[in-house]
């Protein structure tokens, strides 16, 4: 005996998710019959479609937002520094620090040459003319420290050098194979004071 | 900074779940967009919603169908023996073990004073009369080896006392403080055939 089709195919859908497995997938479809208000299920088959539909990446900096130009970009305010993140929870991270005024430059990706991921697949086409056109006076790389985050950081490093603008690498802190989006905020507020140029 | 408000949604609707974080159903968010296939996402948004609309509860067993009366339900070469198991996933492992041709009555819950469920809200009216109708000829309890699986065995014990109907209650290799759900084929075999009258 198999389960009823309805209950098998929302089995399918939560498998699909990495760390799901078959167990927990089961486990989640009978939650959402037996335990999950009718107007909780609706709203949760609303936002699947809504995600796909209104979520998008800045035009100017790459991160994850639903309008053409998000917040931060959209602030003048902000100062003329920049932190180069792998991917939008990383701005997240940062900005919840409460101690970093500066504007974010989302690569949503890491140079990975084992999985073909080279300069051209990651958001770095638009990095010079933004360091142009906003006068940018520093950029902090903070990518994590991972083999595909060295490779990276250096590669911009040598994309900027001939440039009057101080480079640095976001440094103290960060332990060894760390992932940024999982550091606390005193990691990173340390991670900021404690960079070098390089 | 918060996340755009479509992402925000979506990771409320994943926290509803037991056992889903605010970092995991970050993860699940980012995973759909970034991730997930068009199609996989809108099937699995019309899934939800399909689940609440197919499914409901055999009006003979109890079991999750999407038919009026399930599939054991109506195959009349089924044996008259009953197994008697708190919900729909316990009906299904015991299918998988090959070795029961009877069929089962499902109570979705079982008797628990302390959470305030009394025998009149498991599905256990209708279980007198399915045994005169269907002439039942034994009855197998198969509810967890919890304090309240054995409460649940004890009153259906009770119920069925001055019937010539032979009642047993799954015993050999099912571990105390097990769950039906999580035993493995062999040990169900074994827990048949040690089965103890009441």
């Known amino acids: 005996m198999k389960y009823p089709k309805a ?13 799901i497995g078959p167990k927990t997938a089961e486990r989640l479809a009978f939650f959402t019959f037996l335990k999950m208000k009718d107007e909780d299920v609706i709203s949760f ?27 931060i970009c959209s602030d003048s305010s ?9 991917g939008t929870k990383d701005v997240n991270v940062f900005e919840k620090t409460g101690q970093f005024f500066g504007r974010y430059h989302v690569l949503n990706g890491l140079i990975s ?7 051209e697949d990651i958001n770095l086409q638009s990095l010079l003319k933004r ?5 940018i006076e520093e950029i ?8 595909e985050g060295e490779m990276t950081a250096l590669y911009i490093k040598n994309l ?7 480079v640095s690498r976001i440094g103290y802190g960060l332990p060894a194979g ?16 404690g960079r070098k140029e390089m």
Not at 48 to 67: I, Q
């Open 45 to 71: 088959s609303k936002n699947l479609l809504r995600l796909k539909n209104e979520l998008k990446y800045c035009s100017e900096c790459g991160v994850l937002t639903d309008e053409d130009k998000c917040e």
């Open 178 to 193: 760390g992932d940024i989006e999982y550091a606390d905020e005193i990691t990173l507020i340390k991670a900021l004071e």
């Open 78 to 86: 902000r100062e003329r520094r920049l932190i180069i993140v792998e």
């Open 140 to 147: 902090i790389v903070a990518t994590s420290a991972t083999i």
């Open 131 to 135: 360091v142009e056109n906003e006068k």
């Open 160 to 166: 900027l050098e001939n440039r009057s603008i101080k």
């Open 7 to 19: 209950l098998e195919k929302l089995i399918e859908s939560f498998q699909i998710y990495p760390g």
């Open 113 to 119: 040459p084992l999985n073909g991921v080279g300069p």
